[in-house]
């Protein structure tokens, strides 16, 4: 059974950092493309950053620059490195697996959550 679990949600001042993890299971990892979305109360859940089973990544405009995403596959670990937090990075973060890298995966984990303070 494929399963992700997401940690390392929390609340984090304006400025501040954040790493979230994301751990897989049931899956064959090092041929998925993974992902992390969010999604803000009100909000369309939106694409935050991807990385290709090759290691291409790509970011949401909004956090260009402030976002990295990367994958360790001897572990079935992909991580979300977060820096100059705003508070409109509020949300729920979920992760992402599926074979495209273009569209989101069929699997998701539950979530976890950033708060950021102003």
């Known amino acids: 059974q494929a399963q992700l679990a997401e940690s390392g949600g929390g609340l984090v001042q304006a400025g501040g950092s954040l790493r979230l993890s994301c751990a897989a299971s049931g899956i064959i990892f090092r041929n998925n493309a993974l992902g992390w979305y969010r999604q803000a109360p009100g909000n369309q859940r939106e694409l935050v950053a991807k990385?290709?089973?090759?290691?291409?990544?790509r970011y949401g405009d909004s956090v260009k620059g402030r976002f990295t995403i990367f994958r360790d596959n001897a572990e079935n670990m992909v991580y979300l490195q977060m820096e100059s937090l705003k508070p409109e990075d509020t949300a729920v973060y979920y992760c992402n697996a599926g074979e495209n890298p273009y569209s989101p995966g069929r699997i998701w984990g539950q979530g976890t959550l950033v708060t950021v303070s102003s």
């Open positions: 990385i290709s089973a090759l290691g291409n990544t």
